[in-house]
């Protein structure tokens, strides 16, 4: 396993299947009276959150305890970052503490890059986010998730996701989940489809490792999955499409878009979702939608990914 957790590229199919595989374990755990486990007892983690959170930041800390860890909150507003102090700082603050592991979630592109690799603090680095860029424990929820329901839980143990179609449908452009979707499902052997207008699309998606389509309906038929992503208002500076009323019309995934998916079909959504834009709330609401399950492989996945950076070798349960 690596000493970082930065981007999903950085993991081989092998890496991906272990924490996949480990994740497994760590969900039986949620199954029994008592939800803990003595692995991370002693060790201290530090949840380093510049940017608002509300699924990420509390998943994070639910497997932190849950695997007997140290936890200490840090929230950007109410620190003196606000006062001014620089990420460098606060990093050698941490580590004058001794901290054995950061999750940190920034605004800034390369953010948890620079802190894992600049020699400030000598812990396990996790990124929770970093702008536009990646979320790579997003991306293997999202993939422990595809394998549970497409596989089954016992049936997936050491195997990928070969084979599937995975449809991705939104604002690509300003998504850190897309990218990192696209890299791990690719590594996993799954195809992926991007969809979305091409004012939402970023420059060089073309060497992307899928494929790139404007027409919903027709990039539906096909797929195992359907991912729809939330426009990201708050990240643009432009008018990226004429109204929120055609955006949804032609990009959003309503009742009837939902009918013509094949039976097994699931539909995604990584949080939070805006009902009415990019998903009608019949949808947000039927059996076939995952978000709640997708928050609760969120903990076992990052239970696993903590286990795995500073657990050691030993078994995970």
Not at 4 to 32: K, P, Q, Y
Not at 44 to 64: K, P
Not at 171 to 198: E, Q, W, Y
Not at 229 to 254: C, H, I, K, W
């Amino acid at each position: 396993m690596l000493r970082h957790l930065i981007s999903a590229a950085d993991l081989s199919r092998d890496d991906a299947v272990l924490i996949l595989d480990t994740a497994e374990e760590m969900a039986r755990v949620a199954d029994r009276p008592i939800k803990k486990l003595p692995t991370l007892r002693g060790r201290t983690v530090v949840n380093l959150f510049f940017e608002d959170s509300t699924r990420t930041r509390i998943s994070f800390e639910a497997a932190e305890k849950r695997l007997s860890a140290d936890v200490i909150n840090f929230a950007a507003k109410g620190s003196s970052v606000s006062k001014g102090e620089s990420l460098k700082d606060t990093a050698q603050t941490l580590e004058a503490m001794g901290v054995d592991a950061v999750v940190i979630r920034h605004g800034a592109s390369g953010a948890p890059y620079r802190l894992a690799t600049s020699g400030w603090i000598d812990a396990a680095v996790v990124n929770a986010g970093d702008g536009t860029h990646q979320h790579p424990t997003q991306a293997l929820l999202d993939a422990f998730t595809l394998r549970r329901r497409l596989i089954g839980p016992d049936a997936g143990l050491g195997r990928d996701l070969a084979g599937k179609r995975v449809v991705i449908v939104g604002d690509i452009l300003h998504s850190r989940v897309a990218r990192s979707n696209v890299d791990l499902l690719h590594t996993l052997g799954a195809d992926v489809v991007l969809v979305a207008p091409p004012t939402l699309l970023p420059v060089g998606v073309e060497t992307w490792p899928c494929e790139v389509s404007y027409d919903l309906d027709s990039a539906l038929a096909a797929c195992d999955a359907v991912m729809m992503l939330r426009v990201q208002a708050e990240r643009m500076n432009a008018a990226f499409f004429p109204t929120e009323r055609e955006y949804s019309r032609r990009y959003g995934l309503d009742g009837d878009r939902m009918a013509r998916l094949p039976e097994h079909a699931i539909v995604m959504h990584p949080g939070p979702m805006v009902r009415g834009m990019e998903i009608t709330a019949d949808v947000a609401d039927s059996p076939r939608c995952t978000v709640v399950e997708q928050v609760a492989n969120g903990v076992s996945i990052r239970m696993a990914v903590l286990y795995l950076l500073l657990g050691g070798t030993e078994p995970a349960v």
